[in-house]
């Protein structure tokens, strides 16, 4: 672990800053998702893998979040006051130097609402078990001037290749899916699918958030009628035209006709870990070891 004395000034924080990976900045909203879903160990080795592969002084700033998450650990699973303060102590010792924030972070708040915790914090184990979930604070990301958080909610640039074409829509406020269209003006406006796949033009090409992919998936509504498409992934760096295998499963759906405008599939935008291939003489044993289709019981 860094020492105090190694944690970078504001202006080397700022200057490395913009240096920071596409990967490393998807594992920092990935531990921020576990946070907010009380997962607080599994936060703790998603910035650990991070903190290990990062060599410069800015380290600290992982680490910082580590024992935050650690000491919410010794809270919520292992029940250990003594852990809890050392580990919340520390933590808040970590970040204060890259308050207000950091790499989207709002560092001021996530040290006080730890300080809070620490003053608050019970001697008694049993005491420790029974705190109410809801008395954990969230992840906190920095506020844009557009006021939403820049790691978990960053921009799908989207281009039209074609004046027709149809930006991609949400269904609802919550939906994680958005509507795709089809755009056909080249095609006569409409086309009937069979079952062998064809490739259904959006008029649209994308580019992602950093350290994320585009997931093109089926919309239930055409499923239940018999319409399939190929489940596919974009990657970040494709900037060509999204289009969206189709087919018919079985004969039920023959001759169904997609027309120009008719939303076709669902693209969602989900982070990517760009893992590196590393061999290896043997892999950790698990539980289930070799253990193929239908191994682990009905």
Same mark, same amino acid.
């Given at each position: ?98 308050? @207000? ?20 914090? @019970? ?176």
């Amino acid at each position: 672990m860094a020492r105090v004395r190694d944690i970078p000034s504001r202006a080397e924080q700022l200057a490395v800053e913009p240096t920071i990976s596409a990967e490393a900045r998807a594992e920092l909203a990935r531990g921020a998702a576990e946070w907010d879903a009380r997962q607080f160990f599994d936060a703790h080795e998603t910035w650990e893998e991070i903190w290990q592969v990062e060599r410069r002084s800015i380290r600290s700033f992982y680490q910082g979040l580590i024992l935050l998450a650690a000491g919410l650990h010794h809270w919520t699973g292992t029940n250990r006051p003594r852990g809890v303060r050392i580990k919340l102590a520390s933590g808040i010792e970590r970040l204060s130097a890259y308050a @207000p924030s950091y790499l989207g972070v709002d560092v001021t708040r996530m040290i006080a609402e730890a300080a809070a915790l620490l003053q608050q914090a @019970p001697e008694d184990p049993a005491a420790l078990a029974d705190t109410p979930p809801d008395r954990f604070p969230p992840f906190r990301w920095a506020v844009t001037n557009g006021g939403e958080p820049p790691l978990q909610h960053g921009a799908l640039r989207v281009r039209r290749l074609r004046a027709a074409a149809q930006l991609p829509t949400r269904g609802s406020e919550m939906a994680s899916g958005l509507d795709l269209y089809a755009e056909l003006s080249e095609l006569g406006g409409q086309i009937t699918l069979g079952q062998m796949p064809q490739a259904v033009p959006t008029g649209i090409a994308c580019a992602p958030p950093p350290g994320c992919e585009i997931q093109i998936r089926p919309r239930s509504g055409l499923t239940r009628r018999g319409v399939e498409i190929g489940w596919g992934t974009v990657d970040a760096d494709y900037r060509g035209e999204l289009l969206v295998s189709m087919f018919l499963r079985g004969p039920a759906g023959r001759g169904f006709r997609i027309a120009q405008g008719d939303r076709i599939a669902q693209l969602v935008v989900a982070p990517v870990v760009l893992a590196e291939v590393e061999e290896v003489e043997e892999l950790d044993e698990t539980e289930r070891g070799g253990g193929g289709f239908g191994s682990t019981g009905r």
